[in-house]
C-alpha cells in the first residue's frame, strides 16, 4: 500500500545538475524499507541505478553513475533524493523510485514503485 511520488525531473544541459525527490506514504514505517532509483529508456530493460538502506550508512551505485550521482534519504519527511551531477545525455530516462524490505540492487526485489519521472539531458 506504499505510495510513492517523484519530483523534480526536467530537462537539462550536459553538465547541468538536477535533483530528484521522491516522497512515500503508507505500508510499513519508511525507516525500515531501502529505497532506490532505477531508469528505463525504449528498448531496454529497467536498470539500477542508485539504492540506500534503511540505515541510511549503505548506498549502493551502478558503475555509470559512481562520483556524479548520490542517493540520500530523510527519514522524518519520508523522502529518499537523488542528486544528480555532471549529467551525460547517456542519463536521458524515465526514473522511478522504488521501495524493498531487503538491501538489493535488482528490481524484481522491490515491490512498490512510483510512475516515473523523465529526465532529458541534451544541449
Known amino acids: 500500500q506504499m505510495q510513492l511520488v517523484e519530483s523534480g525531473g526536467g530537462l537539462a544541459q550536459p553538465g547541468d545538475s538536477l535533483k530528484l525527490s521522491c516522497v512515500a506514504s503508507g505500508g510499513m514505517p519508511f525507516k525500515d524499507y531501502t529505497m532506490g532509483w532505477f531508469r528505463q529508456t525504449p528498448g531496454k530493460e529497467r536498470e539500477f541505478v542508485a539504492a540506500v538502506s534503511w540505515a541510511a550508512g549503505e548506498t549502493y551505485y551502478v558503475e555509470a553513475v559512481k562520483g556524479r550521482f548520490t542517493v540520500s534519504r530523510d527519514n522524518d519527511k519520508n523522502t529518499v533524493y537523488l542528486q544528480m551531477n555532471s549529467l551525460k545525455p547517456e542519463d536521458t530516462a524515465v526514473y522511478y523510485c522504488?521501495?524493498?524490505?531487503?538491501?538489493?540492487?535488482?528490481?524484481?526485489?522491490?515491490?512498490?514503485w512510483g510512475q516515473g519521472i523523465q529526465v532529458t539531458v541534451s544541449s
Open positions: 522504488a521501495a524493498g524490505r531487503l538491501p538489493d540492487t535488482a528490481a524484481s526485489s522491490f515491490h512498490s
